[in-house]
């Protein structure tokens, strides 16, 4: 009995076209492999570019992660991102053997979409549609100056990048839609991935503020040069023992006139709003508690209070209390005026260190 024949398509699966897996690779370390059925090799890629990046953002931001460490995994990153672009295409060559190389002769459709991907219009250019070609280009460069300057819009260069990619697709001479499946995969991992980095950015500013020590005010706990990292947030809520990082208050700029309202400054909670604060005898009292201060550079040696902190102001002082204007000389700090507690040295790289974060008093 004759038994149907099956397909040759379906008996041996189309061999994996070389840039489109250079396409994949593109969007994410590993997908190249996986799209050329590579499992293993794909899964470990992808496996370790995630837990490289993780390592990365942690390095940079986390508070007991080495910065220098983090930089050096940026630097891994990249080599990892163009192991994994050459040997995805190498990949789906006899043997591994051919390296990469620009398609000669008749145009390819998947290297007019790679170039797309590195460049809106650039894909048009290669398929000599030199009029679309410019106006993709144009919004690409339009709409990511937009996205620069208003946040909102930050979806808004992925989406261009994405259907860059779509049109030369469609518009590339001989075009199918018999893989139709692969593009749409492709535009949409191509999105989320330029969203995600475009987003990076915003995400940094709203969550990391930089702040660099001006003075030796807070030494010997900071030295002038320090960078830090803040954690701003409106929910944040001053302990004793925090350093801050604030915004100069009226009095502090009435009495430094080249401290501009945008300028910031950095000192340690001592005092809380009701706490009674006292400064004598070389020592600081909190409601007639001697507070305990390993950090200082020396004890003071002036008199201050007692005082009570007034409500939604705090006392501050700098560890250097002998040099620092601080709140007593200059006042009490608003609420308003603290952008957040400094968490971090993460620069220079010999300096690198957490900064303990305060205590709550009972």
């Given at each position: 009995?004759?038994?149907?024949?099956?397909?040759?398509?379906?008996?041996?699966?189309?061999?994996?076209?070389?840039?489109?897996?250079?396409?994949?690779?593109?969007?994410?370390?590993?997908?190249?492999?996986?799209?050329?059925?590579?499992?293993?090799?794909?899964?470990?890629?992808?496996?370790?570019?995630?837990?490289?990046?993780?390592?990365?953002?942690?390095?940079?931001?986390?508070?007991?992660?080495?910065?220098?460490?983090?930089?050096?995994?940026?630097?891994?990153?990249?080599?990892?991102?163009?192991?994994?672009?050459?040997?995805?295409?190498?990949?789906?060559?006899?043997?591994?053997?051919?390296?990469?190389?620009?398609?000669?002769?008749?145009?390819?459709?998947?290297?007019?979409?790679?170039?797309?991907?590195?460049?809106?219009?650039?894909?048009?250019?290669?398929?000599?549609?030199?009029?679309?070609?410019?106006?993709?280009?144009?919004?690409?460069?339009?709409?990511?100056?937009?996205?620069?300057?208003?946040?909102?819009?930050?979806?808004?260069?992925?989406?261009?990048?994405?259907?860059?990619?779509?049109?030369?697709?469609?518009?590339?001479?001989?075009?199918?839609?018999?893989?139709?499946?692969?593009?749409?995969?492709?535009?949409?991992?191509?999105f989320i991935t330029r969203l995600v980095l475009g987003n990076t950015p915003n995400w940094i500013d709203q969550n990391f503020i930089q702040s660099i020590v001006p003075s030796e005010?807070?030494?010997?706990?900071?030295?002038?040069?320090?960078?830090?990292?803040?954690?701003?947030?409106?929910?944040?809520?001053?302990?004793?023992?925090?350093?801050?990082?604030?915004?100069?208050?009226?009095?502090?700029?009435?009495?430094?006139?080249?401290?501009?309202?945008?300028?910031?400054?950095?000192?340690?909670?001592?005092?809380?709003?009701?706490?009674?604060?006292?400064?004598?005898?070389?020592?600081?009292?909190?409601?007639?508690?001697?507070?305990?201060?390993?950090?200082?550079?020396?004890?003071?040696?002036?008199?201050?209070?007692?005082?009570?902190?007034?409500?939604?102001?705090?006392?501050?002082?700098?560890?250097?209390?002998?040099?620092?204007?601080?709140?007593?000389?200059?006042?009490?700090?608003?609420?308003?005026?603290?952008?957040?507690?400094?968490?971090?040295?993460?620069?220079?790289?010999?300096?690198?260190?957490?900064?303990?974060?305060?205590?709550?008093?009972?």
């Amino acid at each position: 009995m004759a038994h149907p024949s099956v397909p040759a398509s379906r008996r041996h699966p189309a061999a994996p076209d070389p840039w489109l897996a250079v396409n994949y690779a593109l969007i994410f370390p590993g997908l190249g492999q996986l799209y050329s059925r590579y499992w293993w090799k794909g899964g470990i890629l992808v496996a370790i570019a995630v837990t490289s990046i993780i390592f990365c953002v942690w390095s940079i931001f986390g508070a007991h992660g080495n910065t220098l460490h983090g930089f050096w995994a940026v630097g891994w990153l990249v080599v990892l991102y163009s192991f994994s672009i050459l040997d995805a295409y190498r990949g789906t060559q006899e043997n591994y053997g051919q390296r990469i190389s620009v398609p000669k002769g008749r145009k390819d459709i998947w290297y007019a979409v790679f170039l797309s991907q590195v460049l809106p219009g650039l894909g048009h250019l290669y398929i000599q549609q030199a009029l679309l070609g410019g106006l993709w280009l144009l919004a690409g460069i339009l709409t990511a100056w937009l996205a620069n300057q208003q946040p909102l819009l930050a979806p808004f260069p992925p989406a261009i990048w994405a259907f860059s990619c779509y049109h030369v697709y469609r518009n590339f001479p001989g075009h199918s839609r018999r893989t139709s499946s692969a593009i749409a995969l492709l535009i949409l991992g191509l999105f989320i991935t330029r969203l995600v980095l475009g987003n990076t950015p915003n995400w940094i500013d709203q969550n990391f503020i930089q702040s660099i020590v001006p003075s030796e005010s807070m030494v010997p706990t900071l030295q002038v040069g320090d960078r830090l990292f803040v954690r701003p947030s409106p929910r944040y809520v001053p302990q004793t023992g925090d350093i801050v990082v604030f915004y100069p208050p009226e009095a502090l700029q009435a009495m430094l006139p080249a401290a501009r309202r945008e300028n910031l400054f950095v000192k340690r909670v001592i005092g809380k709003p009701g706490e009674t604060v006292a400064v004598t005898g070389g020592q600081v009292l909190i409601n007639g508690v001697v507070l305990s201060e390993e950090y200082i550079q020396s004890p003071p040696d002036y008199e201050w209070g007692p005082a009570t902190v007034p409500p939604a102001q705090y006392f501050v002082l700098g560890d250097n209390r002998n040099d620092s204007g601080d709140s007593h000389v200059w006042g009490y700090l608003p609420t308003e005026k603290i952008l957040g507690r400094a968490y971090k040295i993460y620069w220079p790289p010999d300096r690198i260190q957490p900064l303990p974060g305060g205590r709550q008093r009972s």
